[in-house]
């Protein structure tokens, strides 16, 4: 393969992420439920004939760096790939990552080729699929109590769909209208990337768009071993505690060695996987590693299949990182992906000391509330909330942010009082939430929601008993709280997971962790 132009490498670079970017933005429009259209809780992205990443959007993390998972288990369960084919799946223990996320992975002909030159992929957070509780995030031991189970299977084969699929999907759902409209907003993304690629194919050729998707790749790579490369070698360890539904706690640990041009984490040492949800399979585990050094690695670079390799990442089986079936795994994508990134942070902190900041919120705060409204039709919202960013050795974290796996956006009031039977009666930062150090970490938010019919409520979330760490002699940042507000004023606090049969006039308060504070200055309040 010749060299690559460095001109033309930045302008392949953009022009793969040009193609995911613009699948994002057909998804987003053409959604039906506020969760995609509203929060942005998707991710799309490109890989090679091989199921190799070349491109993503700038989405969401705990997606992205595990759906090369989803297209490997995509390409195992199809032996002849047509023009118009969609394999959907949800699987966790199959490719994907906990039930409501459902990956989409088509094919992208070019030239009437007898094999894909490239595939395209989709992963979208629907409100619903069904399981225990509305918004599938129930307080579940088993996979199966979470919602419909869809393994890598065909849901359009030369472009038809499969109607007894799709009916099969649609009559496990509390909201069936909204999942076939979600489901054709992800289609309509992947026609509108399968078209770009076609076209950017169709004008350079087929050779030199496909060698250079390669070429990022090597470049990638060869980036990330250089920057790897510059870091003390060396073993560092660090392990936190994840609160679980028995108001108990879990401790993961890790233990990352930096060696030459690359870096491992081992989590060997990490407690057994739990009876609840918070378990995480390896992907969600590998995919939050990816994310800390792709954070810490200086400088602009694409991320791809090549910026992938140099790190590896192994964990027992049957441990709260690595789950084993039957195991349920809903807020393992969610929660448990939270503190995976705090333990990796917190171990690396002695070699990329000017990088690492303190613990951030640490957690999704995973909100679902269903019920019928007042003319019979049924519901389902969902959204993850804001909190507070951990302070750095440079400057304060910032408050009110989603910070590392998710990068969604709290549902628009508007948006959301004009959906569902709740209004939102309190939105503000948290002032003072955020740990104090010599730069203070970021603030978390108040939400507070007035039920206007009764609903089911479940919240997933943690740093409820313990605030994140501060770094370097900065303070925690404040725990976070869940407080139900009955009918008649009286306050009831919550747990960090709880499920609830809720009557109309109750008023849910979320009150979100604030930032652990850095330093050992002067502390500011």
Same mark, same amino acid.
């Given at each position: 393969m010749p060299d690559a132009d460095p001109i033309l490498l930045e302008l392949y670079r953009h022009r793969f992420e040009g193609v995911a970017d613009e699948m994002g933005g057909t998804l987003q429009r053409t959604s039906y439920s506020p969760n995609i259209k509203e929060r942005l809780d998707f991710s799309c992205a490109v890989f090679d004939a091989d199921g190799r990443l070349v491109a993503q959007a700038a989405h969401i993390p705990v997606h992205l760096g595990a759906m090369p998972a989803s297209v490997a288990a995509a390409l195992d369960a199809v032996n002849r790939w047509r023009p118009g084919d969609i394999v959907v799946l949800n699987d966790p223990y199959e490719g994907g990552t906990h039930l409501p996320d459902v990956t989409m992975v088509s094919p992208v002909f070019v030239d009437d080729g007898e094999a894909p030159t490239f595939f395209v992929a989709s992963r979208a957070h629907h409100a619903d699929v069904g399981g225990m509780t509305p918004g599938s995030l129930p307080l579940a031991h088993e996979l199966v109590q979470e919602g419909l189970v869809i393994p890598p299977v065909k849901l359009y084969e030369d472009g038809t769909p499969n109607e007894a699929l799709m009916? $099969? $999907?649609?009559?496990?759902? +509390? &909201?069936?209208?909204?999942?076939?409209?979600?489901?054709?907003?992800?289609?309509?993304? #992947?026609?509108?990337? @399968?078209? +770009?690629?076609?076209?950017?194919?169709?004008?350079n050729g087929v050779e030199e768009v496909a060698a250079y998707a390669r070429h990022l790749q090597t470049y990638s790579e060869r980036r990330v071993r250089e920057a790897l490369a510059d870091w003390p070698a060396g073993r560092y360890t660090f392990e936190d505690t994840l609160e679980l539904a028995d108001d108990t706690t879990a401790t993961i640990c890790v233990t990352a060695t930096v060696d030459g041009d690359g870096v491992a984490f081992d989590f060997e040492g990490t407690d057994a996987a739990d009876d609840g949800n918070l378990n995480a399979v390896l992907p969600i585990t590998e995919s939050a590693c990816y994310y800390v050094v792709q954070g810490l690695v200086e400088g602009e670079m694409p991320v791809n299949a090549g910026s992938l390799v140099p790190v590896s990442v192994t964990a027992p089986e049957g441990t709260l990182v690595?789950?084993?079936p039957p195991h349920a795994v809903a807020g393992g994508n969610v929660e448990t992906s939270q503190r995976i990134v705090d333990t990796v942070l917190g171990a690396l902190a002695p070699a990329r000391p000017e990088r690492?900041?303190?613990? =951030?919120?640490? @957690?999704?705060?995973?909100?679902?509330?269903? =019920? &019928? +409204?007042?003319?019979?039709?049924?519901f389902a919202y969902y959204e993850t909330i804001a909190g507070g960013m951990g302070a750095g050795p440079d400057g304060d974290g910032l408050g009110g942010v989603h910070v590392h796996m998710t990068n969604t956006l709290n549902t628009p009031v508007e948006a959301l009082e004009q959906s569902y039977p709740f209004r939102v009666t309190t939105y503000r930062l948290r002032d003072g939430s955020g740990g104090p150090g010599? #730069?203070?970490?970021?603030? =978390?938010?108040?939400?507070?929601?007035?039920?206007? @019919?009764?609903? @089911?409520? &479940?919240?997933?979330? &943690?740093?409820?008993?313990e605030g994140p760490w501060g770094r370097d002699g900065g303070k925690r940042g404040a725990p976070g709280r869940n407080v139900l507000v009955h009918p008649d004023g009286e306050e009831e606090t919550l747990p960090a997971h709880f499920s609830r049969r809720l009557p109309e006039g109750s008023r849910l308060r979320v009150e979100t962790p604030g930032g652990g504070g850095c330093g050992t200055g002067p502390q500011r309040e």
């Open positions: 009916r $099969l $999907l649609l009559r496990n759902v +509390r &909201t069936p209208a909204e999942r076939r409209g979600d489901l054709a907003a992800q289609r309509a993304a #992947h026609a509108v990337g @399968t078209r +770009r690629l076609q076209e950017l194919a169709q004008e690595n789950a084993d690492v900041p303190a613990a =951030g919120q640490g @957690t999704m705060n995973n909100l679902t509330i269903g =019920g &019928t +409204r007042p003319d019979g039709s049924s010599s #730069h203070c970490g970021g603030d =978390g938010l108040v939400r507070e929601y007035e039920l206007l @019919t009764p609903v @089911t409520v &479940t919240m997933l979330s &943690t740093r409820r008993s």
